[in-house]
């Protein structure tokens, strides 16, 4: 007698669901991907809070780069929305360009350098100060002019935009409120020397360093000072606001970290020279740079040092962390990727001369400006959208490929029903 050989209808679709059953967790995971590299990092420090933190998927290696040479030094540091990339660089002009090549999609030409000031990237426009005295707020899709604000001297000041409203610094040691939509200033704040740091909003607060050796307190809807704290010389660290603290660095070779709603001290940190970088803030952990060439990571509750990572020179770029790496550059021309946990080195990149700028993170992409003129961007994937066409084929596949079987085994059940013939 022989076994009838056709194939079972239910061994079949056996093999679709466990099929099917492999597959959706894998689609399900580009989908997880995909929503948590939507990260934007819309303004210097990320944030308001200046957290420094990105919740985006992130670079492992320094493959897959570009870079995009304007015709200075790219001391400003990049804002990351949306599959586009804004900087300034001190050939005076302010950058769009396409996260996937490089490619320039606008420029717009301010009077003087953008040096230091930094572009935030909210509701579609663009806010960012030059050394022309301005701060510019342009359309962030077009480059199209909206509206300046003279001040009265430079600004190196990056702005934070929150709560319809523009905060940054100036060389006039002022720093102002600004109506977001049409310039029109709402207040401004003395201080009594040039205000380089950049505004950090959070809890109704605008928190900011001065060239005077203090970080003050301001209310964000009147400017009146709540509180101000006196280090031992200018600060022009910018301030990060996490669970009821503010920490920030000081020339005087001093991490601070402050209670944020009084200004009182809760700790403080000493390094090997002064600091220019500001803190990001993660997991517990402070992490900062300083001139005396070191990356230092401190337990953000009693300031006690966790590890510290020796760079070839001054480290005056600010961290971002992300995916458990802290990113950050060095004036001996390289941009660091290190361990966050145990800051043991994951790699390095050289560029053409020092690394002042501050790395952003978001959508997968690490970006970053260099002093050889250059704008670089790394990412295994460039550009990880959610429209990404390869994940929507992948879908497309597997239900073209379910439809075959379900007819395959609709086919292979019918012939099945007839009569079965035995041969003795």
């Known amino acids: 007698m022989e076994k009838?050989?056709?194939?079972?209808?239910?061994?079949?679709?056996?093999?679709?669901?466990?099929?099917?059953?492999?597959?959706?967790?894998?689609?399900?995971?580009?989908?997880?991907?995909?929503?948590?590299?939507?990260?934007?990092?819309?303004?210097?420090?990320?944030?308001?809070?200046?957290?420094?933190?990105?919740?985006?998927?992130?670079?492992?290696?320094?493959?897959?780069?570009?870079?995009?040479?304007?015709?200075?030094?790219?001391?400003?540091?990049?804002?990351?929305?949306?599959?586009?990339?804004?900087?300034?660089?001190?050939?005076?002009?302010?950058y769009c360009l396409n996260a996937t090549d490089g490619t320039v999609l606008w420029s717009y030409a301010t009077g003087a350098s953008v040096a230091y000031s930094s572009?935030?990237?909210?509701?579609?426009?663009?806010?960012?100060?030059?050394?022309?005295?301005?701060?510019?707020?342009?359309?962030?899709?077009?480059?199209?002019?909206?509206?300046?604000?003279?001040?009265?001297?430079?600004?190196?000041?990056?702005?934070?935009?929150?709560?319809?409203?523009?905060?940054?610094?100036?060389?006039?040691?002022?720093?102002?409120?600004?109506?977001?939509?049409?310039?029109?200033?709402?207040?401004?704040?003395?201080?009594?020397s040039s205000v380089d740091s950049s505004p950090a909003v959070a809890n109704g607060c605008v928190y900011v360093g001065s060239d005077d050796n203090n970080v003050y307190c301001i209310n964000a809807a009147n400017g009146n000072e709540i509180w101000s704290f006196t280090t031992g010389n200018a600060v022009l660290s910018s301030p990060s606001v996490f669970d009821g603290c503010v920490c920030i660095g000081s020339v005087d070779d001093n991490v601070y970290c402050l209670n944020a709603s009084t200004g009182t001290l809760i700790w403080n940190y000493t390094t090997g020279n002064s600091i220019d970088s500001s803190p990001a803030v993660a997991n517990g952990l402070v992490c900062i740079g300083s001139i005396d060439d070191n990356v230092y990571c401190l337990n953000a509750s009693t300031g006690t040092e966790q590890w510290k990572y020796a760079t070839g020179n001054s480290v005056e770029s600010s961290p971002a962390i992300a995916s458990g790496y802290v990113y950050i550059g060095s004036d001996d021309n390289s941009i660091y990727c290190l361990n966050a946990s145990t800051g043991f080195k994951i790699w390095s990149y050289a560029t053409g001369d020092a690394v002042e700028s501050s790395p952003a993170v978001a959508n997968g992409i690490l970006c970053v400006g260099s002093d050889d003129s250059s704008l670089y961007a790394f990412g295994a994937n460039l550009v990880a959208q959610p429209n990404n066409t390869s994940f929507y084929i992948e879908i497309i596949v597997v239900v073209v490929l379910a439809i075959i079987a379900v007819a395959v085994i609709y086919f292979l059940f019918i012939h099945s029903r007839k009569p079965k013939t035995y041969h003795l």
């Open 4 to 94: 009838d050989k056709r194939i079972s209808p239910i061994l079949i679709l056996s093999i679709l669901l466990i099929s099917l059953y492999i597959a959706i967790p894998q689609v399900s995971a580009q989908l997880t991907t995909l929503s948590g590299s939507s990260d934007n990092w819309i303004m210097a420090g990320h944030d308001p809070n200046h957290s420094g933190l990105s919740i985006s998927a992130a670079p492992a290696t320094d493959q897959g780069h570009w870079s995009y040479a304007t015709e200075d030094h790219v001391t400003s540091s990049p804002a990351i929305v949306d599959g586009l990339i804004y900087v300034g660089s001190e050939d005076k002009n302010v």
């Open 119 to 192: 572009p935030a990237v909210v509701n579609g426009y663009l806010y960012i100060g030059s050394e022309d005295y301005k701060v510019y707020c342009l359309d962030a899709s077009t480059g199209t002019f909206v509206w300046s604000f003279t001040m009265g001297n430079y600004t190196d000041s990056s702005p934070a935009v929150a709560n319809g409203c523009v905060y940054i610094g100036s060389g006039d040691n002022n720093v102002y409120c600004l109506n977001a939509t049409d310039g029109n200033e709402i207040w401004s704040f003395a201080t009594q």
